[in-house]
């Protein structure tokens, strides 16, 4: 029987981070439209000459050929796809502060396609450089969902539909509630739920208690381990 082949050819990929392997290469860790995040060693690319090098920068769309049957994957090459976005300044720690999640949060290995579309168009935006909080809280709240975790954004804990003019205390396990269960969760006006489940942050207060919540969110899923971006982007959300 032939032994069915393990090249993955002209991928679409971003990187997330790279870091060194052994005294010549590095180890990147992409996200992958069709197989998720994935490690793959790129032989020599540490070397000044190395064809590569130059070519493994985050936050570009790039195509990318490995093989591999174990965790690790070995690269064969790699090209730019499309156009080089421009993202720098505060745009750049919102990029940084999204990869860090993925490498957080993303299971090795599991594709999330419509994920990887929706990290595709936040990249877009970054390098607009417009709106970059509400950027991020679209962000946050797919990545979340996309991930499985339950966020009732229009219904309260009891199943009855959230009323803008009320105040919700929202906690994990619990979702919108009027009582406060436990010494955990964030307080916010029920009209900032409704707002973010129609896609809607105009409203300075929405963007606001938006911001609180997700932070909250993240955290929890986060765990104790504080991300390394977290100085960068605290400085950038203006604390």
């Known amino acids: 029987m032939a032994r069915q082949s393990t090249k993955k050819e002209n991928e679409i990929v971003y990187i997330l981070h790279t870091y060194p392997f052994k005294e010549t290469s590095l180890i990147i860790e992409i996200f992958s439209k069709v197989h998720g995040r994935i490690s793959i060693v790129a032989k020599g690319a540490r070397r000044p000459r190395s ?50 999640l993925l490498m957080r949060l993303l299971p090795k290995e599991d594709p ?14 970054l390098s607009m450089k417009n709106h970059l909080s509400v950027t991020l809280r679209r962000f946050e709240l797919r990545l979340l969902q996309e991930l499985g975790y339950e966020l009732p954004l229009t219904n309260d804990e009891n199943g ?11 906690e994990v396990g619990y979702g919108p509630s009027e009582i406060k269960n436990s010494s955990e969760g964030v307080s916010l006006q029920g009209k ?48």
């Not at 999330?112 to 935006?125: G, V």
Request: net charge negative; with cysteine.
């Open 51 to 100: 064809l590569v090098r130059g070519m493994l920068q985050s936050f570009q769309s790039l195509q990318a050929t490995w093989s591999g049957q174990g965790e690790m994957k070995t690269l064969h090459s790699i090209d730019w796809c499309d156009a080089l976005l421009q993202i720098e300044g505060d745009a750049l720690i919102c990029g940084f502060y999204i990869n860090e």
């Open 112 to 125: 999330h396609e419509q994920l990887f579309d929706f990290y595709h168009q936040t990249m877009k935006l």
């Open 160 to 170: 009855a539909p959230i009323d803008p003019n009320k105040i919700y205390n929202y």
């Open 192 to 239: 900032t739920l409704i707002d973010m489940a129609v896609d809607d942050y105009k409203d300075h207060t929405t963007e606001m208690q938006s911001k609180q919540l997700m932070r909250y969110l993240i955290g929890h899923y986060i765990g104790e381990k504080p991300l390394n971006s977290k100085q960068l982007f605290l400085h950038l959300e203006g604390e």
